[in-house]
């Protein structure tokens, strides 16, 4: 049972590099999801996708892209690091985006930016 | 726009002592979902339960309730008999039915340490 599965674990770059923050889950869900969790502020969502080929912004999608190709991926990519998005990143999936159906994560991507 | 405030930073007990943490959320929908997860120290985040907006029925599983009141709009999660393996940081969320629906709102969660 695989569930959510999110590569890399750990990460550190320089500012001004780029990475892309792998996301695959298998149970064949909808919706997925990006979070970034910083202290004192709960978790606040990037971008998310209701289907292949359906992306669209959160409460903090800026210096971020994603793209949704099939139902599994939905990667997450820095464009130019920068210090502020030194964070924990979760991708989270979910049935479907109605009905209030309960999001599934992943074990997170803690990231560093020197 | 929907908010969820848990004023608890954080919050301190000695094992086998009674623990609420409180969630207070604000949306303007009628049809709306809560839920609660929690954080342990491996940093996972685990699904504890989710309520929607017309069942206020309280509901407890095993040594956890959860106090659903639409009057206050709150939603507070409570440890019976707390065990150590109980510390985490604990996440109240809240997601609307319209528009994003599953655009899901976090509070800023509460610490829980249960002390031996």
């Known amino acids: 049972n695989a569930g959510v599965t999110q590569t890399p674990k750990f990460q550190v770059l320089k500012t001004g590099q780029s990475m892309t923050l792998q996301c695959a889950q298998d149970?064949?869900?909808?919706?997925m999801s990006w979070y970034r969790q910083d202290p004192g502020m709960g978790l606040r969502l990037i971008h998310y996708s209701v289907g292949a080929g359906i992306t669209d912004q959160g409460e903090v999608p800026n210096g971020y892209n994603v793209s949704r190709s099939t139902t599994e991926d939905f990667p997450l990519r820095l464009l130019s690091a920068a210090p502020s998005q030194t964070s924990v990143y979760f991708c989270?999936?979910?049935?479907?985006?109605?009905?209030?159906?309960?999001?599934?994560f992943g074990d997170g991507t803690r990231l560093s930016i020197l | 726009a929907q908010k969820v405030t848990q004023a608890q930073t954080e919050i301190s007990v000695v094992e086998k002592e009674d623990v609420t943490l409180d969630c207070v959320y604000e949306t303007r929908d009628t049809t709306y979902y809560l839920f609660w997860y929690k954080q342990p120290p491996s940093g996972e985040l685990v699904f504890l339960i989710r309520r929607n907006s017309f069942d206020e029925q309280n509901e407890i599983s095993g040594r956890y309730s959860w106090n659903f009141q639409k009057s206050t709009s709150s939603f507070n999660f409570t440890i019976t008999a707390s065990q150590v393996v109980d510390s985490a940081v604990y996440f109240c969320a809240l997601s609307e039915e319209g528009y994003n629906n599953n655009d899901m709102r976090f509070g800023a969660g509460t610490r829980l340490t249960v002390k031996p």
């Open positions: 989270a999936s979910s049935y479907q985006d109605t009905g209030g159906w309960p999001q599934h």
């Open positions: 149970m064949n869900h909808e919706y």
